[in-house]
């Protein structure tokens, strides 16, 4: 994959942008995940902060840290 494409995929979906103009936290997750799973750090913020608000996913702090 492309981790940079997928994680400005993730920002499309968190911000409804590009994409409908609707919101997907759920979909802007599972970019995040796919783009920090390949070492993008700013994915991994993003997803993490996700974790923390349960934001797309359910709320987990230890997943966060």
């Known amino acids: 994959g492309h981790a940079d494409a997928?994680?400005?995929l993730g920002l499309?979906?968190?911000m409804g942008t590009g994409v409908a103009?609707?919101?997907d936290p759920?979909?802007?997750a599972r970019?995040?995940?796919l783009a920090?799973?390949?070492g993008n750090a700013s994915a991994q913020f993003f997803l993490g902060g996700c974790y923390k608000n349960g934001t797309g996913v359910i709320q987990d702090d230890a997943e966060a840290a």
Do not use: I, P, V
């Open 31 to 33: 970019w995040y995940r």
């Open 26 to 28: 759920a979909e802007a």
């Open 21 to 23: 103009n609707l919101k």
């Open 36 to 38: 920090a799973d390949q």
């Open 12 to 14: 499309c979906y968190e």
């Open 6 to 8: 997928q994680f400005m």
